[in-house]
């Protein structure tokens, strides 16, 4: 990992632990679970580009859990990431149609027994993609917590033409998440177009779009574990 991402993560860590910031105790090496997250949620649904989207692409993290039921109950097709990628379907396919309410199936311990799972060519073009992170700054440059799947996810939509100029990425995220200052990033980070918080929209600058997968940023691990990988890796 790199140190002074470590170390702005780190620092966002203990002070929202200060603050008592997460819902269910410390938040040290996670996405953080913040209160505030269904507000949040709710914030982002008053978004012009939010209302306009069919299909929502997130992360399977439980901040963003609430910003999932909605986009379920208003109907929007929800495409939510098997923890790690796992298998050779790496996303669960979320949905009104499954006859469940969005509280409910917004979960990642319903999804991994009821959903159905979709490889990428079965998947429709994004209108919008939720990351959660760990830390932000208003230039849109984002730290999740160092693994790289969210990376990854946008990369394998984006060389599937699944994710382009048109798609909203966000991100949602406690007050104390948001930093007024420069982030290190890498070429292989994506940033984000709008930052929600309980209490503020924040709109980016364009800056940087996914730009596929970056096989050389890969972990061994990643490699090893993450099927929907294994094409690209056979072509080096």
């Known amino acids: 990992m790199n140190t002074s991402k470590d170390q702005v993560r780190q620092r966002v860590w203990e002070r929202m632990d200060a603050a008592g910031a997460g819902r269910t105790g410390s938040v040290q090496g996670k996405i953080p679970d913040f209160r505030g997250a269904p507000e949040a949620a709710q914030r982002l649904t008053e978004h012009e580009r939010w209302r306009a989207a069919h299909v929502v692409k997130s992360n399977p993290d439980k901040a963003q859990t609430e910003v999932r039921a909605v986009a379920i109950d208003a109907g929007k097709q929800v495409y939510m990431a098997v923890p790690r990628l796992a298998g050779l379907q790496p996303f669960y396919f979320l949905d009104l149609a499954l006859g469940v309410p969005g509280r409910v199936s917004a979960t ?10 979709v490889s990428v060519s079965q998947m429709r073009p994004v209108d919008v993609v939720v ?26 939509l984006a060389d599937a033409g699944l994710l382009g100029p048109q798609t909203l990425i966000v991100t949602t995220v406690h007050d104390l998440q948001v930093l007024d200052e420069e982030l290190p990033e890498g070429p292989h980070d994506a940033s984000v177009d709008l930052i929600v918080t309980p209490t503020r929209t924040i709109t980016c600058p364009p800056r940087h779009r996914p730009q596929g997968v970056f096989v ?7 490699k090893t574990t993450i099927p929907a990988l294994h094409p690209y890796l056979r072509a080096q």
């Open 108 to 117: 990642k311990a319903w999804a991994a027994k009821y959903a159905p799972r």
């Open 131 to 156: 990351c959660g992170s760990v830390a932000v700054n208003t230039a849109g440059v984002r730290l999740g917590k160092g693994a790289g799947y969210s990376d990854i996810e946008m990369g394998l």
């Open 216 to 222: 050389d940023a890969l972990s061994t691990e990643q």
